[in-house]
């Protein structure tokens, strides 16, 4: 298992990052790597910086501790949301790269410990419940449940691990009366941050869409990361609403992994191959329903007709 500086750069959260770090001072470098680590975020760069000398490794390990104090200054939902899942899926790419007992290193910081029963893995199940994803696949109905403990595989641990680093780093404490070149770095971000204005957002009205479609707009205006089937599914509502895929890649946009090549290539694919929206009780399976509005569909709830005329009125459709 790595030790030391090489495991604190990979585990920036870690402990033995934390002990690194003592005595070591805020500069204008290391605030300068940090500009630079979150705006890699921003674009879901996930590279990693080959690092020779402790100094090095020091000023890396010090630069995330600065990129958190810059999002504790500026608060900004989709700067944070976007650092996190950039932050989380780096620390996935190194765990498939580490032997198990770094994988278990890395897991016990977030006390996610996994034992073995019948020569399955499985943890306790409050911890599988804190971290596991939304994806439909870790719903407690698909698993098989023994005396309070969950069966897992090896690569779902470590999928559990990079929800648990994307959780922390989510939360980041208000740093309030910061240095002045936190302030200034911050700034200096917030001037170059993308816009994520979505029309769609913008005009929705109460009672526009069915509540499963509601709530999933209400997450994007926080800038909260979407499930893939989440993705789908308001694609092909939206579709079917008559929006154009301009306002549709638009939306979006406000997701903290953004890309527009993909999106735009995504909703394009959907709309050709004209995917069915999900039906009420395939959306209940995805996790994704939150009210009984007996319609079958989403597709039939009342205002969808006055919702598509107005698409075609303002020209988004
Ligand atoms: S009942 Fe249907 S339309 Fe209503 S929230 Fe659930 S999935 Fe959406």
């Not at 630079?36 to 995330?64: F, N, P, T």
């Not at 499985?122 to 069966?151: A, M, Q």
């Not at 302030?183 to 029309?199: D, H, I, M, N």
């Not at 999933?216 to 609403?241: C, D, T, W």
Request: hydrophobic share 40%.
């Amino acid at each position: 298992m790595e030790e030391g500086l090489g495991f604190a750069v990979k585990y920036p959260f870690s402990a033995s990052a934390k002990a690194a770090l003592s005595g070591t001072e805020l500069n204008e470098r290391i605030v300068d790597m940090a500009i630079e680590r979150l705006k890699k975020a921003l674009k879901g760069d996930k590279s990693v910086k080959m690092l020779l000398h402790d100094s090095d490794r020091k000023e890396e390990i010090a630069s995330y501790a600065a990129a958190r104090m810059i999002l504790g200054h500026l608060r900004n939902n989709f700067l944070t949301n976007s650092f996190a899942v950039n932050e989380s899926k780096k620390v996935h790419d190194h765990l498939d790269k580490e032997d198990v007992k770094t994988v278990d290193a890395v897991a016990a910081e977030f006390g996610i410990v996994s034992g073995s029963a019948g020569g399955k893995m499985d943890i306790d199940l409050p911890t599988y419940l804190k971290f596991s994803t939304r994806n439909p696949h870790y719903r407690l109905i698909n698993r098989r449940l023994i005396c309070g403990r969950v069966e897992i595989t090896y690569d779902e641990k470590k999928r559990l691990v990079e929800e648990a680093v994307r959780k922390h780093i989510e939360i980041i404490p208000l740093v309030k009366d910061p240095p002045d070149i936190i302030k200034s770095a911050g700034k200096k971000l917030v001037e170059e941050l993308p816009k994520t204005e979505s029309r769609i957002i913008a005009n929705v009205k109460e009672g526009d869409h069915p509540p499963c479609v509601m709530r999933l707009l209400e997450e994007m205006k926080k800038h909260q990361n979407l499930p893939h089937q989440a993705r789908v599914f308001l694609s092909s509502y939206l579709i079917a609403a008559g929006m154009n895929d301009d306002e549709i890649t638009g939306l979006f946009s406000m997701l903290p992994d953004f890309s527009e090549k993909v999106t735009r290539y995504q909703v394009g694919h959907i709309r050709r191959k004209e995917y069915n929206v999900a039906s009420c009780a395939t959306v209940m399976t995805y996790g994704l329903c939150c009210a009984v509005c007996k319609i079958g569909s989403p597709l039939n709830w009342h205002s969808l007709d006055d919702y598509r005329k107005k698409a075609i009125r303002e020209g988004t459709a």
